[in-house]
């Protein structure tokens, strides 16, 4: 069964920093991309940052560019986002998502990262 | 990033059909074959129920099929059940690698 467990959320200042981690466990991790989606309380669901599956090509949303980095560990099975220069707006429940540079077929249950002074 | 255009929100009764409209750009949903739709549930995380503008994964029921049209995308989701009821949200690749949202649709089954 194919299992993807979001951690490392919680309430973090304005400017403050957060890496976020997504375990992946039925599947073989290594031949999927994977990607990070947020979702804003009440509102849509925002793409936010990709990754290859050997982890050679990343892309980002302009709204993270820069800020925001994804980077995974085949070895370990796990997916990473780490997040700087945080921002009130960055206020979201963030999701991980295997497939493809395409779709994901696969969700996790989310992580909430608030920011917040 | 834009989002990709949906009507916020469409209504149909038991045994009905729905269609929700996903509408871009020549350079998200009118240049690709890679429109997306998930159905996401109150407090749930989302479900794949499109890929690649109309192929269903295994266990979407066939209620539920997409198509495309210049540059505007479609759900249609015929035999409403009232587990249906639930925000729609399309998705797009734009060219970069870069991936876009629409703005979601909230669709009650009355």
């Known amino acids: 069964e194919v299992q993807l467990v979001e951690s490392g959320g919680g309430l973090v200042q ?17 031949s999927y991309w994977m990607h990070w989606v947020r979702q804003a309380p ?12 050997t ?11 820069g800020r925001f980095t994804i980077s995974r560990d085949n070895a370990k099975n796990t997916l990473y986002l780490q997040m700087n220069s945080l921002r009130v707006e960055d206020t979201a429940m963030y999701y991980c998502g295997r497939g493809t540079a395409t779709t994901i077929d696969y969700w996790g249950q989310g992580t909430l990262v608030t920011v917040s002074s | ?8 929100s469409v209504t149909g009764s038991p045994g009905q059909s729905v269609t929700i409209s996903c509408t871009g750009t020549s350079s998200d949903v009118g240049g690709y074959n890679y429109v997306s739709w998930y159905q996401q549930h109150p407090g749930k995380a989302p479900k794949l129920m499109i890929y690649d503008v109309s192929k269903r994964p295994s266990g979407v029921p066939d209620r ?10 479609s759900l249609t989701i ?3 059940q009232t ?7 399309c998705w797009s690749y ?3 690698y870069i991936l876009v949202f629409g703005g979601g649709t909230k669709l009650t089954v009355l």
């Open chain 1, 14 to 30: 304005p400017g403050g920093s957060l890496r976020l981690s997504c375990a992946a466990s039925g599947f073989t991790f290594s």
């Open chain 2, 78 to 80: 015929s035999g409403l």
């Open chain 1, 42 to 53: 009440g509102k849509g669901l925002v793409w936010v940052s990709r990754i290859t599956d």
């Open chain 1, 55 to 65: 982890g050679s090509s990343t892309s980002n949303a302009d709204s993270v560019e």
């Open chain 2, 1 to 8: 990033q834009s989002a990709l255009t949906q009507p916020r």
């Open chain 2, 83 to 89: 587990e249906d009821e639930a925000d729609y949200y």
């Open chain 2, 64 to 73: 539920f099929s997409g198509s495309k049209s210049g540059n505007t995308a």
């Open chain 2, 94 to 96: 734009r060219s970069s």
